[in-house]
Nanobody
């Protein structure tokens, strides 16, 4: 079964931090690379961070040095720690496998506004 449930989004001020979580099935978590994507208003969905089964991470230039992706094997959860948030980070955040499946969750809204 393929599903993704994202949570943790909120309204924060510039410079603030948030921690997003993505729950998925054990089958997906144990056999696929995972990634976080985001979609800002009027823009296409973009890949921002990925983590392999072995824990190797990769980031888009726009978030490198500020965001950290990780996997929690005990909870079948992928997390995205976001620091020094900027207005440009405002978007709906999604998780999926990498490459992405055709199944997407509802996403979680992150709004950075001061």
């Amino acid at each position: 079964q393929v599903y993704f449930v994202e949570s943790g989004g909120a309204v924060v001020q510039p410079g603030g931090s948030l921690r997003l979580s993505c729950e998925t099935s054990e089958a997906v978590f144990n056999y696929d690379n995972l990634a976080w994507f985001r979609q800002a208003p009027g823009r296409a969905r973009e890949l921002i961070a990925g983590i392999t089964l072995g824990g190797v991470t990769k980031y888009a230039d726009s978030v490198k040095g500020r965001f950290i992706i990780s996997r929690d094997t005990a909870k079948n959860t992928a997390t995205l720690e976001m620091n020094n948030l900027q207005v440009a980070d405002t978007a709906v955040y999604f998780c999926n496998t990498r490459p992405a499946t055709s199944t997407w969750g509802q996403g979680t809204q992150v709004t950075v506004s001061g």
